[in-house]
């Protein structure tokens, strides 16, 4: 077999390492001071969803904050999230930018079909996460301020620090959910797993989505059921996927003709020949009716 040596230039390589770090740096120090600067739209942005809830059931609602530095807290909490998820896509750019000479043809059009594909799943789940799922779940946790009888009066006052970090930890379980099947479609292609190892170790998955709701999730126990259901649902459609496009290479490979031998043989020949036979002739006599009608 033969085999190919190319010189690397360290020098070359190391000298791109730290430009491209030094893009990144300074595209995360202006986003970071952006956000820092407009930290109020910011806040608004992020509670928006609660304070759109309270104003259907004509509840003002007022955050609180019981310390001199939670304010301060949120707000660069809100600031390195926002910046975190803005340059995402341009670190993301300098990798591949950096990683794609190196690569032949077919790992180019994966590695760009890969992350065009975590691209589409990042902007649906964060569509549909401010758009229903926050609001279901602020409606959710409002019902229980509703139940105030005689005996016991429940007003609501959150606090500001507990409400993004709630906003904040389900937009990470999110985020984290939303590459599960991207992440499974890989492994599976790449048969670094096989799909009968999916099987073999699915109970393994319900331990994992838990693991990982303890983790990214509040300790709330329906948020906790949550994302464990749609860590758990998302595994299960990689599994669906993965044995559907089994079947569908299987099927690919039964059909197949076998290896050296020609894609035309000489049976498949005298079929096709047969059926232009078969084809001309019916044209023809549809031809000699179509005149004597005339």
């Known amino acids: ?44 942005l992020f509670t928006k969803p609660f304070v759109s ?14 310390q001199i530095t939670e304010a301060f807290h949120t707000t660069m909490a ?53 758009t229903y799922l926050l609001p279901h779940i602020g409606s959710f946790l409002y019902g229980f301020h509703q139940t105030s009888t005689v005996l016991l009066q ?18 990470l379980g999110v985020t984290f959910c939303s590459q599960i099947p991207l992440v499974a479609k890989q492994l599976l292609s790449s048969k670094i797993i096989s799909v009968s190892t999916c099987i073999k170790f699915r109970r393994f998955f319900l331990l994992f989505s838990v693991l990982m709701a303890a983790l990214l999730s509040p300790p709330d126990l329906s948020c ?7 860590t758990l649902t998302c595994l299960e459609l990689a599994i669906v996927y993965a044995i559907f496009c089994y079947v569908y290479q299987s099927k690919l490979t039964l059909f197949a003709p076998p290896n050296g ?34």
Not at 90 to 101: A, V
Not at 224 to 230: D, E, G, H, P
Request: aromatic fraction near 14%.
């Open 1 to 44: 077999m033969r085999t190919y040596d190319f010189p690397l230039n360290w020098q070359l390589i190391v000298k791109e390492c730290k430009i491209r770090l030094g893009w990144s740096l300074f595209s995360l120090s202006v986003t970071w001071l952006s956000c820092y600067c407009f930290s109020s739209e910011l806040v608004y």
């Open 53 to 66: 809830l309270c104003f259907q059931h004509s509840y003002h609602l007022i955050f609180l904050c019981s």
């Open 78 to 130: 809100i600031t390195l999230i926002t910046c975190m998820y803005s340059c995402m896509p341009l670190i993301l750019y300098q990798i591949w930018c950096f990683c794609i000479p190196a690569c032949f043809l077919y790992q180019r059009i994966r590695s760009n079909a890969c992350l065009f594909e975590s691209l589409i799943w990042f902007v649906l789940t964060m569509y549909l996460t401010f």
């Open 154 to 171: 429940l007003h609501l006052q959150p606090k500001i620090s507990d409400s993004i970090t709630l906003i904040i930890q389900i937009l």
């Open 224 to 230: 906790q059921l949550i994302t464990t259901i749609a």
């Open 261 to 294: 031998s020609d894609i035309l043989n000489k049976s498949s020949r005298k079929n096709i020949s047969s059926l232009l036979a078969n084809t001309l002739s019916f044209l023809a006599k549809l031809n000699t009716i179509v005149l004597k009608k005339k």
